[in-house]
């Protein structure tokens, strides 16, 4: 069974990095495009990033793009998440997933697979 386990996540005040990294097992993981979701109190789970199963090419949304960088290395099975510059708004618990069809998605339900998120906290 597919299984993905998201780790590095923490408390850091504004302006500080972190990287997340999600695990993956049971999955052919470089054959597929991986994506980082994040999900805060009270709101929808949105899109954070994603990346063609090569590593040729990436997707963010306005809201991360220059701050934040996904990157995957298919020998270890693993996709990374290196976030700068860090705000008090990109608090929340970040979920990594698989994605069902081709290209870099940004929809929730084009991604089949989740892991249970790592919790992201920026104070101010």
């Known amino acids: 069974q597919v299984q993905l386990v998201e780790s590095g996540g923490g408390l850091v005040q504004a302006g500080d990095s972190l990287r997340l990294s999600c695990a993956a097992s049971?999955?052919?993981?470089?054959?597929?495009?991986m994506g980082w979701f994040r999900q805060a109190p009270g709101k929808e789970r949105e899109f954070v990033a994603a990346?063609?199963?090569?590593?040729?090419?990436?997707d963010y949304p306005d809201s991360v793009k220059g701050r934040f960088t996904i990157s995957r290395d298919n020998a270890k099975n693993t996709v990374y998440l290196q976030m700068n510059s860090l705000k008090p708004e990109d608090t929340a618990v970040y979920y990594c997933?698989?994605?069902?069809?081709?290209?870099?998605?940004?929809?929730?339900?084009?991604?089949?697979?989740w892991g249970q998120g790592t919790q992201v906290t920026v104070s101010s």
């Open positions: 997933a698989v994605a069902l069809g081709r290209g870099t998605p940004v929809g929730r339900y084009e991604y089949g697979f």
């Open positions: 049971g999955v052919i993981f470089k054959s597929y495009t």
């Open positions: 990346i063609l199963w090569s590593g040729a090419s990436t």
